[in-house]
């Protein structure tokens, strides 16, 4: 305290303040000193060469300020240089700027739009200021140095928080970086947040703090501002477009600044995150660093469900520019029509031009955000930036074949084969999960000598050849030319249709597969199946039942295949495979669509002795199976699994929507069945009158889902299921939106 009493005495000889009041701060200890009729604000530093050299610069660009922003920004007190004291210090005074902090006031249109007047106005006032300690200075608050916080990523202990920060870190390096480096720049304030910026008679009347002033893109001061002033806004975009709306007339925008405003929004809060988990264990008591942290974690998770086209569009509207032409639908689908075969479906009734999406959202050209409660494959979450970046890692250093050594592919194939109980100790890579199917019945028709398949009614197992053959959806359905002579199929049993219980419906669907295998004289090489049927309407099979199935094939000689391409990797929730619900483990097992995460790969997974037989002279070659971007993106699509718990997440979340569902059945009765487990769950939709299969209404659900933005699709041999299947990071307020629209739409139906 003495030396602080020393300090103010050499900046008022003749008199003493009346009170002394400690201020936080960052880099300097900060005091208030009120007299009787005025106040000023005292900083102290520790008196370091490049502190004092950007101090020196800070108030220069003050003193550049205060004739356009008089009484509306501090004002360095009698030196133009900070003054050096006696005890290692320097020190400055400076003006106290009266007013009620931004943050602490009701945020109406007036003050908004005051506030982008401001910013304007500050923005033009400072952009003729240079100096060359002050353009050279770097510092991690700067947007254009983002880069610098990216050491405090391990510091955000939230594995679901901190991939909300590296998905944007990505997502500016991807879609704006390379143009900003040629926007606009100017000395800008760098930190009008909502603590800074002062209000008095519902206008901004102020800012104060220049210590984060920097020489940057014009774009980041209106950028910085945004991020903090539609913090709580239950609608974001509307507050900045009035904001950028004021700013724009008084500093014109450009095209490229109103196109990058969505990701520079989101920059800023990302460092801000940053910061407070890395100051949190500097200072852990701080209210002052750690006071917008909770604020700027809502506004990033609500930021990442807005359509980026729909931000610029919204900013290119503030500042009176016409909206860019990114949809084209009818010349997509026309284009479509004349280079493709019409064999490709198309999903619901009006066809989605898909623009982006991330994480449990999508997003289409004409800006609205869907929530995905379908898409399987994109297992962690669409555009998963852990995922991403081991892609581009590895595909800019080595993409070979397994014909050669490399790490990544036993590395991955290690990593995996540890998710597999112990008989299942060999690994062959392919491209996808058809290959993956095709090779899995070859190898078992290899092993055993023999042709005869037993197959799952209504399953799918892929689209070679030998796939089709093997699913009962395709060949007995539209096109198909029936089951082969080498095929028997079993009844799928569905306790539910069957109007049995589950132990009931294990019995007797397997004499009755019994009786089949019994008129049967061909020697058996296998049974594929999936533990949960995905088109036949994302059916269990019945507990008990592959155990007596599996029993008979192996008694029969023949293999049993787990097809866990849908159901595998922890979707089940309470299982990572399919087969561990039922108590059994297969001989051979086949993965695809989730292990890359949209990303194409396949695998076959089977016992050491399976993948002797199989080495009979023939080579087994795929061009891309195994390769090491592949192996590499599987190997961090395990890590998310494991780092962000998504497999308890799917359990505690499927049990929440089962639970919701089922919450709805009293007042719905066409409501049929809900099954499934964790995120892999069927809704059969019935006739109440004659609990037949209501395929109309299914498809008016799934058709105004999609009208609601929600993703959703249906599925089974009368196609009356709903089928919900989301990316893992699906939660629980996502599975409350829902419900919500699910109800609104069956209210309306029924009324």
Avoid at 242 to 259: D, F, G, I, Q
Avoid at 469 to 492: E, I, R
Avoid at 570 to 578: D, H, V
Avoid at 614 to 627: D, L, P, R
Wanted: glycine share 8%.
């Amino acid at each position: 305290m003495k030396n602080l009493d020393t300090t103010i005495h050499s900046y008022f000889p003749d008199r003493q303040p009346d009170r002394i009041v400690k201020m936080e701060g960052y880099e300097s200890e900060n005091y208030r000193l009120d007299f009787e009729k005025e106040r000023f604000v005292l900083k102290l530093y520790a008196n370091t060469p490049e502190l004092f050299r950007f101090v020196t610069s800070e108030d220069a660009l003050l003193h550049h300020l205060a004739p356009s922003l008089k009484d509306q920004i501090p004002y360095p007190i009698q030196a133009v240089h900070p003054k050096v004291n006696d005890n290692g210090t320097f020190s400055r005074l400076l003006t106290f700027i009266p007013g009620q902090f931004f943050a602490e006031v009701d945020k109406d249109e007036v003050l908004l739009q005051s506030l982008g007047h401001f910013l304007g106005k500050l923005n033009q006032a400072s952009q003729d200021f240079s100096q060359g300690d002050f353009i050279a200075r770097r510092h991690r608050w700067d947007l254009q140095h983002y880069y610098l916080n990216r050491s405090y990523l391990p510091y955000i202990k939230n594995a679901a928080q901190r991939k909300l920060v590296d998905y944007f870190f990505l997502q500016f390096e991807t879609k704006v970086l390379e143009q900003y480096q040629g926007f606009r720049r100017a000395a800008i304030h760098g930190d009008a947040n909502d603590w800074n910026l002062l209000v008095r008679n519902g206008q901004v009347s102020g800012l104060i703090d220049f210590g984060d002033a920097c020489y940057s893109p014009l774009i980041n001061e209106l950028a910085i501002a945004l991020a903090y002033a539609v913090m709580g806004a239950s609608d974001p975009l509307q507050v900045a477009q009035t904001v950028v709306s004021a700013y724009h007339k008084v500093m014109p925008l450009e095209a490229n600044e109103l196109a990058a405003l969505y990701y520079l929004v989101a920059l800023r809060l990302c460092v801000s995150v940053c910061n407070s988990a890395f100051s949190k264990l500097q200072q852990p008591d701080s209210d002052y660093i750690t006071i917008s942290e909770r604020p700027a974690w809502d506004l990033l998770e609500r930021w990442i469900s807005i359509n980026p086209i729909k931000a610029k569009t919204a900013f290119r509207s503030a500042a009176e520019m016409p909206a860019t032409s990114d949809s084209l639908p009818a010349e997509l689908l026309r284009k479509r029509q004349e280079y493709l075969g019409g064999s490709l479906s198309l999903s619901y009734q009006e066809p989605i031009p898909m623009a982006g999406a991330a994480f449990q959202y999508m997003y289409d050209l004409d800006g609205n955000t869907f929530l995905d409660a379908y898409n399987n494959i994109p297992l962690v979450g669409h555009c998963h930036p852990t995922v991403v970046k081991a892609g581009q890692k590895a595909i800019a250093n080595l993409n070979t074949n397994t014909r050669y050594l490399y790490p990544e592919l036993t590395e991955y194939a290690e990593q995996l084969l540890a998710k597999l109980p112990a008989p299942l100790s060999k690994v062959f890579f392919l491209n996808c999960g058809s290959a993956a199917s095709d090779l899995a019945v070859r190898m078992a028709r290899t092993y055993t000598g023999a042709e005869h398949m037993i197959i799952m009614e209504h399953g799918y197992h892929g689209n070679t050849t030998t796939g089709i053959q093997m699913s009962h959806y395709k060949f007995n359905g539209k096109g198909g030319q029936g089951a082969s002579k080498d095929v028997t199929v079993a009844p799928l049993p569905d306790a539910y249709r069957a109007g049995q219980s589950p132990k009931a419906t294990t019995r007797t669907y397997a004499d009755l597969l019994k009786e089949r295998l019994a008129l049967q004289s061909e020697p058996l090489a296998g049974f594929i199946a999936e533990p949960i049927v995905g088109c036949g309407g994302q059916i269990p099979l019945s507990a008990g039942y592959l155990q007596e199935v599996y029993a008979m094939v192996r008694e029969k000689g023949g293999l049993c295949i787990s097809d866990e391409v849908q159901v595998g990797f922890g979707r089940l929730g309470e299982y990572f495979w399919g087969f561990e619900m039922h108590g059994v483990i297969p001989d051979i097992v086949v993965l695809g669509k989730p292990m890359g995460n949209t990303h194409p790969m396949g695998a076959v997974v089977t016992t050491a002795a399976i993948a002797e037989a199989f080495n009979n002279g023939m080579e087994f070659f795929s061009s891309f199976g195994g390769n090491p971007v592949s192996c590499s993106i599987g190997q961090a699509v395990l890590e998310v699994l494991e780092a962000e718990q998504l497999q308890e997440q799917a359990r505690l979340t499927g049990l929440y929507f089962q639970a919701r569902l089922r919450e709805l059945q009293p007042d719905f009765p066409c409501l049929g069945d809900i099954r499934g487990s964790g995120l892999f769950l069927g809704i059969e939709m019935i006739e109440p009158k004659d609990q037949k299969p209501a395929t109309a209404l299914a498809a008016t659900i799934k058709n105004e889902m999609r009208r609601r933005f929600i993703l959703v699709s249906t599925d089974g041999p009368y196609d009356n299921v709903l089928k919900v299947k989301p990316p893992l990071c699906f939660n629980t307020q996502n599975v409350d939106t829902f419900i919500t629209n699910l109800t609104e739409i069956l209210q309306a139906f029924f009324n």
